[in-house]
């Protein structure tokens, strides 16, 4: 896990330094989420690295301004893995529930749910159920609480 979630997100970030990392967690679950598409024509090339210049850009700006820097996740392919990576996330975006100019991230649902699909078929579980996208984020928050949850239930059946 990166030293981001593990770190920063478990103490509580000041209010500019909360909103620059939820912004940047959702900059790069969108162009994780481009990356894990299947190539198409050069219209989707270039959505991709307009994705990929706009993560970059912001995770330069964010580590240089802010201690512990951002290290992007790499690898989210365990119930336990995605169970910490949710509770990290969930933990950030509690501090902008009520923040009014805080946006609702539906990249980074989207890769929690990319992420748990492909743990599902690997292990031959059903997949989580998804809701509507998130309006709210409050409702992501509520969103987060279910990923984990259904990651603990897979950490608890017993081995095939």
């Not at 959702?26 to 706009?54: F, I, M, V």
């Not at 330069?60 to 201690?67: D, E, F, H, I, L």
Request: contains cysteine.
């Amino acid at each position: 896990m990166s030293a981001e979630p593990k770190e920063a997100i478990s103490r509580s970030l000041g209010p500019a330094q909360a909103a620059d990392l939820s912004l940047l967690v959702d900059l790069e679950a969108c162009w994780e989420n481009l990356r894990h598409t299947s190539p198409g024509d050069l219209h989707d090339l270039r959505g991709r690295q307009k994705a990929y210049d706009a993560f970059h850009t912001k995770l330069v700006a964010y580590n240089r301004q802010y201690r512990p820097a951002h290290v992007p996740e790499l690898l989210l392919n365990t119930p336990s893995r995605l169970r910490r990576w949710c509770q990290a996330m969930r933990r950030l975006y509690l501090q902008l529930e009520h923040d009014p100019k805080g946006h609702c991230p539906v990249y980074l649902l989207e890769k929690g749910y990319r992420c748990a699909d492909r743990i599902s078929a690997r292990l031959n579980k059903d997949r989580v159920k998804r809701s509507t996208p998130p309006g709210t984020i409050l409702d992501l928050i509520g969103e987060l609480e279910v990923l984990a949850q259904w990651c603990d239930r897979l950490t608890s059946l017993p081995a095939a």
